[in-house]
């Protein structure tokens, strides 16, 4: 299975230059103006990582990270966070969530590409490792 890069930001300028950035990568991206928008159609099986803005309209990006982590699916997929304003309580509050990483507007763009690349690394092997664990739990119920 391939995976696509979720990313969620209000400003629809930054979700088409990310969206061409990992294109240009052949990277599969979909792209959501709200946190609202996702939700609506969570789960998504080809949800690889999230890229996230923090301040947006209506939910915001930690707000979505919870949101999803308090639903019953299962394994949220690896979160990175991004800002154009730097505050320093917001990303350790991130990433004491469990945000994978956390990036300042502007941003490099291999940076971010090849960190988007090391987080659905990470999903594939926790995705692997919770199908393992499964299996195992499976055999001892028989």
Not at 15 to 35: C, E, K, M, Y
Not at 50 to 72: F, K, N
Not at 73 to 100: M, N, R, S
Not at 118 to 136: C, F, K, N, P, V
Request: with cysteine; hydrophobic share 50%; charged share 20%.
């Amino acid at each position: 299975m391939s995976f696509t890069v979720h990313i969620v930001d209000d400003e629809e300028s930054l979700r088409d230059s990310l969206g061409f950035l990992f294109a240009s990568r052949s990277i599969a991206t979909r792209t959501w103006a709200s946190g609202e928008d996702l939700l609506a159609e969570w789960p998504l099986a080809d949800c690889g990582c999230l890229i996230l803005d923090v301040r947006m309209e209506g939910m915001s990006g930690p707000q979505l990270l919870d949101a999803l982590q308090a639903r019953p699916e299962g394994l949220v997929p690896p979160v990175i966070f991004l800002t154009g304003h730097a505050d320093v309580p917001v990303a350790v509050q991130a990433l004491k969530a469990g945000a994978y990483d956390f990036l300042e507007k502007p941003f490099n763009d291999n940076q971010i590409v090849d960190l988007a690349l090391a987080a659905i690394q990470t999903h594939i092997a926790a995705e692997a490792e919770a199908a393992s664990r499964r299996g195992l739990a499976a055999r001892r119920a028989t």
